[in-house]
């Protein structure tokens, strides 16, 4: 009998790269501070076009289409957690 986890193995072929994110503990403050200053806090392609004060076009986040934004995401959030739980850290800067 197949476990559902070997079912999802099976199928997604990103499946061992989103292991390896999702495993990744963080224990040092600099690589904390690399992935909070190199993962955004915010998708970086959504965006208003104005032309003349007036909206022309909205460009909604596509940061979602990303097969491991979930995993990115998550990685930020442990690092942020470890500056401010582990280092005493203010991390409004990365907010």
Request: overall charge negative; proline content about 6%.
């Amino acid at each position: 009998m197949t476990s559902l986890t070997q079912i999802i193995e099976h199928h997604d072929l990103l499946y061992p790269v989103r292991q390896h994110l999702e495993s990744i503990e963080i224990h040092d403050a600099k690589l904390a501070h690399f992935l909070c200053k190199f993962i955004p806090s915010q998708c970086p392609f959504e965006r208003d076009i104005t032309l003349f004060g007036h909206k022309l076009l909205h460009i909604p986040p596509m940061c979602k289409l990303n097969p491991l934004y979930e995993e990115v995401v998550g990685l930020r959030f442990k690092a942020l957690c470890y500056l401010a739980d582990e280092c005493g850290e203010d991390v409004t800067a990365y907010c």
